[in-house]
């Protein structure tokens, strides 16, 4: 099984801004822990801070990988282009957060790529992560 886990905006500076929501863990690292915990699953990992290049990379995977876990950060509040991108390919997608963005200022409730996923998880820190590979595990049973 193939899963691409897809970060946005902002989130390559991951354990060193806003700790008190973020928390002190770089991605690096955690992506490592997820590849030692699920070794049967060829996990891989981007990250861009420009929304065409995240396009780009789910149209590069997702007609061929078995899930796609996207979190686009600031895009997913804005971007039509991005929930368009989900809905155009194959691979189902679980959008991920690592806050509660429902605890947060009210326009981070608010998804434009929810509806093209299979599913949202959010505010469970890094582990998010985790509980979505877990989720799309689940569906391909």
């Known amino acids: 099984m193939n899963f691409l886990i897809i970060n946005g905006p902002n989130l390559n500076l991951l354990g060193v801004r806003e700790k008190s929501i973020y928390g002190e863990v770089s991605f ?21 801070n420009i929304e065409g290049e995240l396009i780009n990379e789910i149209h590069r995977v997702g007609f061929d990988y078995d899930g796609i876990i996207l979190n686009a950060g600031a895009y997913t509040h804005t971007s039509v ?13 679980i959008e991920v957060h690592i806050s509660n963005v429902h605890k947060r200022e009210s326009f981070r409730g608010k ?3 929810g509806k093209d996923c299979i599913g949202t998880i959010a505010g469970f820190g890094l582990d998010s992560y985790r509980l979505a ?6 569906c391909l049973d």
């Open 81 to 93: 282009a991005l929930g368009d991108a989900i809905a155009a390919v194959n691979t189902p997608v």
């Open 28 to 48: 690096e690292t955690y992506f490592e822990e997820l590849k030692m915990m699920y070794g049967k699953i060829q996990l891989e990992y981007y990250q861009s």
């Open 133 to 138: 590979i877990e989720a799309l595990l689940s």
């Open 111 to 113: 998804t434009m790529i």
